[in-house]
């Protein structure tokens, strides 16, 4: 049993920073699939995006998601926002969807206090209309894809990490 919880949602909804205060909370390993995909490459997500463009960059994400499935066990592992497409995903854990409206992520981005740097992170994100279409074209596909969701829009961070908390110690 892999034992690993795979936080997948829209860019900018909070994975990355759910997932670094849910190690620190528990005391356990997590890792980032762009983090790793920026590791092997040497490359920032944004520049391989510009440079090869999204298909590439989703042959990266596909690589990332072997390497995870034959390496990687009782790990949080949060994940780029297409990282869902993957043909892998259920074989690497139980999916937990971190669900908010795009409205919610987007003044979440706008307002944080490195919020230049969270939005010139995401390639994606760069045009709001575009980002916008982006997200009501995968919000369903996300609900479908999750074993399990967890609406981040009402919850505080302590309440988020104790319902992954629940469904990770469901899975031991």
Not at 13 to 39: F, H
Not at 70 to 94: D, E, H, M, P, R
Request: aromatic share 10%; glycine share 6%.
């Amino acid at each position: 049993m892999k034992n690993n919880i795979i936080l997948i949602g829209f860019m900018g909804v909070g994975k990355g920073t759910i997932a670094r205060a849910y190690a620190k909370a528990y005391g356990v390993y997590n890792i980032d699939t762009d983090d790793l995909i920026e590791s092997k490459t040497n490359k920032e997500v944004k520049k391989i995006f510009e440079r090869y463009g999204e298909e590439f960059f989703r042959n990266l994400e596909q690589e990332t998601a072997k390497w995870i499935e034959a390496n990687v066990k009782s790990t949080l592992i949060s994940c780029g926002g297409g990282f869902y497409k993957v043909n892998n995903l259920k074989k690497l854990g139980t999916v937990v969807l971190l669900d908010a409206s795009f409205e919610w992520i987007h003044k979440r981005l706008k307002n944080a206090k490195n919020s230049k740097a969270k939005l010139a992170k995401r390639p994606l994100f760069q045009k709001e209309k575009e980002a916008k279409k982006l997200y009501n074209e995968r919000v369903e596909i996300y609900r479908q894809v999750a074993d399990v969701i967890v609406d981040v829009e009402k919850l505080s961070t302590k309440e988020i990490l104790e319902q992954i908390h629940k469904i990770a110690d469901t899975k031991k």
